[in-house]
Structure formats: structure tokens, C-alpha cells
């Protein structure tokens, strides 16, 4: 049992608690079940140890609580609430937060989306104009050529073309003046290569079975495809028919490197890790391309469809989204492609994005603590005023009825004051007879009878003053006041409540302590009632100590301790508050300690408690030497010139 007590003390984890009482149980327990395991005489130390992370964990949110809401409507009256304040801060904190988050929340939403459209639309407006722009480069590249070509048959005779030398000539000029031109060729109407000037032996090659050789019969013009044919070599063919006589006609032949196509590209910037190529109707790669393979590969995207303008869509990919725009090349069969990667692209608009969340996210938040802050203030607020209300109501209705008491009380002690002279009248002549005759004189039980009488009567007297005195101060008058005197006199009141239920009673008033200047109407009220209070806290055979200490500035602290059961710390800050009351249903109404509170007040002092659950309570009322002479009522100067009255007796 020493190792129980000594783990527990060391408050170990919530698993080595359940461990260790598997041992002992032999078999698995719960945090309920291991409080029927346990001995009886450590289930306490079990309830504490496993309330340990309970209380820490709720802490917290304890303090974060308002005070009205723990306050649950009981009923109706002038003598409860008027308001549901749960409901009213759940009402307030939902409409506000309607009121000031829809709108915020449906203004970032489509703030998100006309930006996201207007960036998309940008990039797709953007890529079209350099789709366009690349298309008429690539048109003005081949019209280009195909002028040149045109204003050499225009300008030689065939006879001067196919002269040595005139070939060589303008291959020349054409390579200084364009580039790109590999060889040039005359075939005849045959099909037969008549003249030839280039680093191949074609001379005499035979094309009337070629395609293009026959399509630039019915066009006139033809411009092939990239292809390597028996050079191995990436090139295109551009071919202009021209027409001597009826019979008659030669086509003139011009062969173009790849290289030179690829040049169109080079210098052009395409964001998003973009790229540029020109494709044939079938998805061959004219040009090389940085993200889809090299010339006459088969491109991994689709062909795009006709279109006679340049169009952009996006397209799907194991990369992301990719951006393309398309352009049919007129008079060919190329289609030029430029793709752009979607997500680049939109990482601008992406980190605007984060902003506007993270703004969105600010400004929630921040309504939020203005919304439940200000609500919970102001709904705390009517709270306070509906208990002000309440305790002024209250406060009216307890002195209506302490006066009513006072003047029954008063009534009471007159009407029982005439009898007890009466009897103290007729048991003084008895005794005075009786001492005349020796018989009746020398008899002590007679005499100590007479005498019982007597003292019974000034005990009865002593009662009734007590009560007439304390029935008769009831507006606000500061004097001159004897402490020690003032608790004895109150206790009086409830000494043979303590002797009965054998309440052990301790006061202990510092010898040196002043008289001070207070009303001691009001002490008395706060006494009392704290007296009370300790009595009905404590069980038969309980404790009640009373203590009163001169503190610096001027102040007195009078304590009251009892042994009763203690109040729990969730309660601690509620004591004092109007109808909160820990013996509801045995008595208790909640008002004694809110009207001790206020009375403490009143006096100019305060009033604090101190408790722990299970080993008692200290009332400690801080009263000043000197209240302030504005806290209301009359002084000893003006009440009916009684100077300072001596409270002692």
C-alpha cells in the first residue's frame, strides 16, 4: 500500500495508473471500474489524481466562459431574469456573423473567379495574337520564296536557265539574299531534271512518277512537306510550274534545309516553359520540337481540327494542363503549334490567390474575435444590468422585510418586557419576605430557586435589550465601535445553536486593535450573516473560528473560518453573485452573501473567500480605520447628540 500511495503522489501517466491497477485487480480496468477496484480508503486519492488532467485541460476554457453562461433559466417572475442570454449570444453572434461573413465570403468568391477568367483569358488572348503573329511569319517565309522562284522563271528563259553557269549564278544570289536554298533544278515537261546546281549528282533524275511532280501539274505550285528522301537529310521542296507554249512548260525546283525554318522559331519567347513547331496534317514533326521529339517524329498530342483562324484551347496532359494555339498554313499542309504550360502560367495569379485566401482567412478571423468579443461584452453587460436590477430589487425587498422584522421584534420585546417586570417585581417581594423569616431565609433550595427566577428574568432582559438594539438601527450612522464587543454581541445570537450542535466556537480579536469608526448596524448584518453561512456549511461536531488582525493603511481584517465542506473552485468566482447558492432545495435563497457584499461595500471595505473542497472556508472582510464621511447615512454628530457610544454592553 506504500508503493499505491507513493505513485500517486508522483502523479504518474493516466496508462501507468491502469497498469498498476491490473496488477492488483488481475484483470483490465477502466478509469470508472478502477475506482471499484481500488481500497476504499485510496478511491479519493484515485478521484484526485484522475481529475488532475480533467481541471488543467478545462482551465482554460473556464477562464474564457462569460458569467452568464452558466445561468439557466428556472422560471418566471419579478424575482428571475427577463432574458435568455444564451440564446440572445447565440442569436447575435449567428446574425452578425451572417450579416458581415456572406457577403465577404460571396465577394471573394467571385472575386476569385472574375480573376481566374481574366487571367485565363489574358494567356489565351495573348497566345492567340503570337499564334497569329507566328503564322504570317511562317507564310511570309514560304510566299517569299515562292516570289523568288516566280520572278526567275518570269525573268530567264528556259534556254538561259538551262545555260552552264546561270543556275550556279542565281543559287548564289539566292543563298546570299534568303538562305536556307540547298540546290535548285529545271525539269521539263517530261519529268526528266534538264539543268541542276547543288551538292547532289541529280542531273537526268526522272520525276514524272513523283506526287509532287504530279501536283504541281494541276496547282502550278507546290510546296512539300519535311522529309529525307535519298539524302537522309531534313529538308522541303518548293516547285513553281511555269508555261513556255501550249505544249510546253518546265518546273522549276528549289530545295530548302530544315534549318532555316528553324530559325523562324529561335528568337521567339514563349512563357510558361512553352514551345513552338510546325506539325503535317498526320502529326509529323516538321521542326524540332523541346517537350514532343525531333523532325518526323509522330507528336504525342492530337492533331487540332481545321480551323481557319487561329484558334487556342487547352488540353490535358501527365504534365498538367497545356495551353495550345493553332494555325493552319495556307497553300500547305503545316500546321503551326505553340503550347504553353497552364500552370506556369497561372502562377501568378495562383500567388494572388493565396493572398486572397490568406486575407479571406485574416479578415474571418477577425470578425470573428470582434463578433464574439463585442457580443459576449454587450450581452454580458444587459447580464449585469438584469442582476443589478435584480439585487436593487432584492436589497428592497430584504429591507422591507428587516424593517418588518425589526418592528415586530420590537413589538415582541415590549410586550414581553412588561411581564418579565412583573415577575422580577413579585420575585424580589418574595424574596424580600422570605429574608424576614428565619424559617424561610435559612432554606438554600428555596432561596436558590428565588434566585434561579431572578436570573432568569435578567437573562430574558439582556435578550430582549439585545433584540430591541438591534431592531432600532436601521439607516446608515457612523461611530465610534468596540469589535470584540460587536462579535460577541451578534454571537450571542447563536450560542445555543452551537452548544446544541456542539459547533465548536474560537474568537480571537487582537487585544491592540483600535476602536474604529463604522456603522454598526451593518457589521452586525455582515456577521451574522456570515455566521450563518459557516453554520449551515458545517456537519454536528464542526469549528468556527473568528479572527480579527490590524493590517497596514489603516485597514482591519476580520476572518471567518469554518470546517464545512468547501466550495469548489469553479464556484469560487460565482459566491457572491445574486439567487447562486450551493443549498438550493434546503433552504438556501443565494441572496445572504450577495447582501454581505454589498453591506462590505457600503462600509467602504471589501470582502474575499478563500476555500478548498473538503477542509473548509475563510471569509475575509476588509474594513476601513476611517470610511469616507460621503458613504451615506448620518454620523455619531448627528444622531440625536449620542456622541460615542459604547458598544461593549
Not at 480571537?508 to 449551515?536: C, K, Y
Request: aromatic share 10%; charged share 20%; with cysteine.
Amino acid at each position: 500500500m506504500v508503493i499505491w500511495r507513493q505513485f500517486f503522489k508522483e502523479q504518474g501517466t493516466v496508462l501507468r495508473k491502469y497498469i498498476f491497477l491490473e496488477i492488483i485487480c488481475f484483470f483490465p480496468v477502466s478509469p470508472e471500474s478502477a475506482l471499484t477496484c481500488a481500497p476504499a480508503r485510496d478511491r479519493c486519492c484515485y478521484r484526485n489524481f484522475l481529475g488532475i488532467e480533467k481541471s488543467s485541460a478545462m482551465t482554460f476554457f473556464t477562464h474564457l466562459k462569460p458569467k452568464f453562461w452558466e445561468y439557466v433559466g428556472t422560471g418566471s417572475g419579478p424575482g428571475r431574469y427577463m432574458f435568455n442570454f444564451r440564446r440572445i449570444w447565440k442569436l447575435t453572434v449567428l446574425v452578425t456573423l451572417g450579416a458581415a461573413l456572406v457577403p465577404l465570403s460571396v465577394m471573394t468568391l467571385l472575386d476569385y473567379r472574375v480573376s481566374r477568367d481574366a487571367t485565363l483569358s489574358e494567356i489565351r488572348m495573348r497566345t492567340a495574337q503570337l499564334t497569329s503573329n507566328t503564322k504570317r511569319n511562317v507564310s511570309y517565309f514560304l510566299i517569299e520564296r515562292k516570289a523568288a522562284l516566280d520572278f526567275i522563271n518570269h525573268n530567264d528563259p528556259l534556254e538561259s536557265l538551262t545555260a552552264p553557269g546561270t543556275l550556279s549564278t542565281i543559287l548564289q544570289s539566292l543563298q546570299k539574299s534568303f538562305g536556307g536554298f540547298v540546290d535548285l533544278g529545271i525539269i521539263d515537261h517530261r519529268g526528266v531534271q534538264a539543268a541542276y546546281v547543288g551538292p547532289y549528282d541529280l542531273l537526268g533524275e526522272d520525276y514524272s512518277d513523283a506526287d509532287w511532280f504530279k501536283q504541281v501539274n494541276l496547282k502550278g505550285i507546290f510546296v512539300s512537306d519535311v522529309f529525307g528522301g535519298i539524302r537522309n537529310v531534313p529538308h522541303m521542296v518548293i516547285a513553281v510550274k511555269h508555261v513556255v507554249s501550249a505544249d510546253r512548260y518546265y518546273v522549276l525546283r528549289a530545295t530548302l534545309d530544315a534549318v532555316s525554318i528553324n530559325e523562324l522559331f529561335s528568337g521567339l519567347e514563349v512563357g510558361g516553359n512553352g514551345d513552338v513547331f510546325l506539325i503535317n496534317r498526320e502529326g509529323i514533326l516538321q521542326t524540332p520540337s523541346r517537350q514532343f521529339g525531333q523532325v518526323l517524329e509522330k507528336m504525342s498530342l492530337p492533331v487540332p481540327e481545321y480551323a481557319e483562324k487561329s484558334e487556342v484551347k487547352v488540353l490535358p496532359s501527365g504534365t498538367g494542363d497545356l495551353i495550345m494555339g493553332y494555325a493552319y498554313i495556307p497553300e500547305t499542309s503545316f500546321i503551326l503549334v505553340i503550347t504553353k504550360h497552364k500552370d506556369l502560367l497561372m502562377e501568378s495569379w495562383n500567388q494572388s490567390r493565396m493572398q486572397l485566401i490568406a486575407l479571406l482567412i485574416i479578415s474571418t478571423v477577425l470578425i470573428l474575435l470582434v463578433v464574439l468579443g463585442g457580443t459576449t461584452f454587450l450581452v454580458n453587460q444587459i447580464y449585469l444590468a438584469d442582476g443589478r436590477r435584480l439585487m436593487t430589487m432584492h436589497q428592497t425587498e430584504y429591507s422591507n422585510k428587516m424593517a418588518s422584522i425589526g418592528r415586530l421584534s420590537a413589538g415582541v420585546a415590549h410586550e414581553i418586557n412588561n411581564p418579565l417586570a412583573v415577575i422580577n417585581e413579585k420575585a424580589g417581594l418574595v424574596k424580600d419576605l422570605f429574608s424576614l423569616t428565619d424559617k424561610y431565609s435559612q432554606d438554600p433550595k428555596l432561596m436558590s430557586l428565588i434566585d434561579s427566577v431572578l436570573s432568569s428574568v435578567d437573562r430574558c432582559a439582556e435578550i430582549t435589550r439585545r433584540l430591541l438594539n438591534f431592531a432600532r438601527r436601521s439607516g446608515t450612522r457612523l461611530q465610534y465601535i468596540d469589535l470584540a464587543a460587536v462579535v460577541t454581541e451578534v454571537f450571542d445570537f447563536m450560542g445555543k445553536e452551537a452548544e446544541y450542535r456542539c459547533i465548536g466556537i474560537e474568537i480571537d480579536v487582537a487585544e491592540d486593535l483600535p476602536r474604529f469608526r463604522s456603522d454598526i448596524g451593518r457589521l452586525q448584518e455582515i456577521l451574522l450573516n456570515l455566521f450563518t453561512n459557516a453554520f449551515s456549511a458545517m456537519d454536528d461536531g464542526g469549528k468556527m473560528t473568528i479572527t480579527a488582525r490590524l493590517r497596514k493603511r489603516q485597514q482591519i481584517d476580520v476572518r471567518v473560518s469554518d470546517t464545512g465542506h468547501g466550495i469548489p473552485q469553479s464556484d469560487i468566482g460565482r459566491v457572491f453573485e445574486p439567487f447562486f447558492s450551493t443549498k438550493i432545495g434546503k433552504g438556501g435563497t443565494g441572496l445572504g452573501l450577495s447582501i454581505t457584499y454589498g453591506l462590505a461595500q457600503e462600509l467602504g471595505g471589501d470582502i474575499r473567500v478563500k476555500s478548498k473542497v473538503g477542509e473548509g472556508t475563510t471569509f475575509i472582510v476588509t474594513l476601513p480605520m476611517n470610511p469616507p464621511e460621503t458613504m451615506g447615512g448620518q454620523n455619531e454628530k448627528g444622531d440625536c447628540g449620542r456622541g460615542d457610544e459604547d458598544t461593549s454592553g
